[in-house]
T-cell receptor
Framework: SQKIEQNSEALNIQEGKTATLTCNYTNYSPAYLQWYRQDPGRGPVFLLLIRENEKEKRKERLKVTFDTTLKQSLFHITASQPADSATYLCALAGGNQFYFGTGTSLTVIP | GAVVSQHPSRVICKSGTSVKIECRSLDFQATTMFWYRQFPKQSLMLMATSNEGSKATYEQGVEKDKFLINHASLTLSTLTVTSAHPEDSSFYIC?????????????FGPGTRLTVT
């Protein structure tokens, strides 16, 4: 069965620094990978999608990379702000189904 | 656009009773909706895929007779937890895929917190 791991359960960084979150997967070859933000007690909000034939995607302060050889995606938030504090989930997709990682709780310290 | 609502947002019920959760796509039609469950500090686990006008497809290990799904219209899917027990207490989240959209698109509802006492 597929296994999706996100680097750490919690990550604390100083405001203004770049946060880097990792998503590793096994036993799967996803057509694309997505990143979501989830605030406590709320549903996930879609942030970025990257396809298997893409190496990098950017959106404002967000950047995602996708290495299908390493079976890894990196999610970067540059110039981080306290408002970026949330749990970030990666999700693998293929066909009609999605599989979510365990999430990384990011805290940006002012 | 692409707003999904869930009702209720919180529900407390007694063990042995049934609870219905509604998922609505407010400004789009959704042929496919998904139901997830999330336990504290864990990720979302897909329970079932609901297709309008047909039977839901359940993930392995999810009891279809306990978690009844009805997708009677293009904007509404319901999840009924029958004979609920304390171990069913969880955060239930639905998502909806706009009809005719790319397979990766889905928009999540705000979730329903179920507590079974």
């Amino acid at each position: 069965s597929q296994k999706i791991e996100q680097n750490s359960e919690a990550l604390n960084i100083q405001e203004g620094k770049t946060a880097t979150l990792t998503c590793n997967y096994t036993n799967y070859s996803p057509a694309y990978l997505q990143w979501y933000r989830q605030d406590p007690g709320r549903g996930p909000v879609f942030l970025l999608l990257i396809r298997e034939n893409e190496k990098e995607k950017r959106k404002e302060r967000l950047k995602v990379t996708f290495d299908t050889t390493l079976k890894q995606s990196l999610f970067h938030i540059t110039a981080s702000q306290p408002a970026d504090s949330a749990t970030y989930l990666c999700a693998l997709a293929g066909g009609n189904q999605f599989y979510f990682g365990t999430g990384t709780s990011l805290t940006v310290i002012p | 656009g692409a707003v999904v609502s869930q009702h209720p947002s919180r529900v407390i019920c007694k063990s042995g009773t049934s609870v219905k959760i509604e998922c609505r796509s407010l400004d789009f039609q959704a042929t496919t909706m998904f139901w997830y469950r999330q336990f504290p500090k864990q990720s979302l686990m897909l329970m079932a895929t609901s297709n309008e006008g047909s039977k839901a497809t359940y993930e392995q290990g999810v009891e279809k007779d306990k978690f009844l799904i009805n997708h009677a219209s293009l904007t509404l899917s319901t999840l009924t937890v029958t004979s609920a027990h304390p171990e069913d207490s969880s955060f239930y989240i639905c998502s909806a895929r706009p009809s005719g959209s790319l397979s990766w698109e889905q928009y999540f509802g705000p979730g329903t917190r179920l507590t079974v006492t």
